[in-house]
């Protein structure tokens, strides 16, 4: 299993560009999420996934919008890029252990954007 | 929302000493609690995480507490090794909300620097 694989792994946008950063997982696990990463702020939801067709925000979700048509694909769209969003990106998928009342979640390699 | 609080930010111990994280947690209804390692350039890590019906969790050289009342959860790691150097970060959430894309809510991080 390639676990949860991020493209691409740096990127620069000039202010107001789009771009899109895509998430795949290899695992067939039900949930994945969005999170950034900035210095001295840990880990931030960005949007969520609970199921193919079904999306939610999390605790910083403007300027960013998410789709989730397969198990497998979730990328992030950045619609119109500010440099406030220049930060570490990292998606994650999950499932719940069975029985246990925990689930475990993995976490891709990132990707590194800047936006000047 | 729940509210996750780390200590310390940095942590420096020297090569086979024993080092503790901890972490306070606002929300009574979290009930599980998991632990990440980040190492430089790389996605979290799950290492070890623990439920709210159990005290104490150990896997081989690192373990975890967590006392209910107090609201707080520890990770000790001990006889520490140069692998061990990395950013260590602490979650809570109330199990089963979203297989855990949605509900955990993280720490800031700690960088554990373990000196040779």
């Known amino acids: 299993n390639a676990g949860v694989t991020q493209t691409p792994k740096f990127q620069v946008l000039k202010t107001g560009q789009s771009m899109t950063l895509q998430c795949a997982q290899d695992m067939n696990h039900e949930y994945m999420s969005w999170y950034r990463q900035d210095p001295g702020m840990g880990l931030r939801l960005i949007h969520y996934s609970v199921g193919a067709g079904i999306t939610d925000q999390g605790e910083v979700p403007n300027g960013y919008n998410v789709s989730r048509s397969t198990t497998e694909d979730f990328p992030l769209r950045l619609l119109s890029a500010a440099p406030s969003q220049t930060s570490v990106y990292f998606c994650?998928?999950?499932?719940?252990?069975?029985?246990?009342?925990?689930?475990?979640?993995?976490f891709g390699p990132g990707t590194r954007l800047t936006v000047t | 929302g729940e509210n996750v609080e780390q200590h310390p930010s940095t942590l420096s111990v020297q090569e086979g000493d024993s080092a503790v994280i901890k972490c306070t947690y606002s929300d009574s209804a979290s009930n599980y609690f998991p632990w990440y390692k980040q190492e430089l350039g790389k996605g979290p890590q799950l290492i070890i995480d623990?439920?709210?019906?159990?005290g104490e969790k150990k896997d081989q050289r690192i373990a975890v507490t967590l006392n209910k009342t107090a609201k707080h959860f520890s990770l000790h790691i001990t006889e520490t090794q140069p692998e061990d150097s990395a950013v260590y970060f602490c979650a809570a959430t109330e199990s089963y909300s979203g297989g855990g894309a949605d509900g955990l809510t993280f720490g800031k991080g700690t960088h554990l620097i373990i000196q040779p």
């Open positions: 994650a998928s999950s499932y719940a252990v069975p029985g246990q009342g925990a689930y475990e979640q993995y």
């Open positions: 623990i439920r709210s019906n159990v």
